[in-house]
């Protein structure tokens, strides 16, 4: 019972904030999952969509405890107009890691303005 009043309340965190957030731009896939495995190599690539009639400029960077082993293939980036960009992410995991269980890390877009 406690986890679903943290989900809903967590839920309800994100509408209140999809909801004031006037630019918001589509990001495909939203999440990606990815079980640790020794020394993993894995590319990744996601979309981000540009729902205004100007161009959108992004900055992109990555948080969370084990970002350093994410690099972005671009750390700025230009959509244009009612279109879609793809960019890539490596993702090289370390031989081991210290602390065991889930690591949640994020790839951060926000709008220059």
Not at 62 to 78: M, W
Request: proline residues 7%.
């Amino acid at each position: 019972m406690k986890k679903a009043a943290i989900c809903i309340a967590a839920f309800a965190i994100f509408l209140i904030l999809s909801f004031s957030t006037a630019n918001a731009f589509p990001i495909s896939p939203p999440t990606i999952i990815i079980d640790f495995k020794p020394n993993l190599q894995y590319t990744f690539s996601y979309d981000v969509g540009n729902r205004q009639d100007t161009p959108l400029n992004i900055e992109m960077y990555t948080r969370g405890d084990l970002n350093e082993t994410i690099k972005l293939s671009d750390t700025h980036g230009t959509i244009p107009p009612d279109a879609w960009k793809t960019f890539t992410a490596d993702v090289n995991l370390p031989a081991k890691i210290e602390k065991a269980g889930i690591h949640e890390n994020k790839i951060v877009m926000e709008e220059v303005i």
